[in-house]
């Protein structure tokens, strides 16, 4: 067993929890409900779990 290192430092930016401010960063998927949240993107949500995209809408710009 040598040569392959198990980490991911990518892994860090998926558990970003700062107080309560993670409650109001992520939204709850839709299709699959409690627990299971969006993960945050330049333009989209996209759920982990069932693939589900949303598209955030720019209009109030
Ligand atoms: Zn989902």
Redesign the pocket.
Known sequence: MAGKKGSSPKIHTYFKVEGDKVSRLRKL????GKG?Y?SEHKDRRT?G????TEFIQKNNL
């Open positions: 998927c839709v299709r699959c299971v969006m759920c779990k069932c693939t589900d």
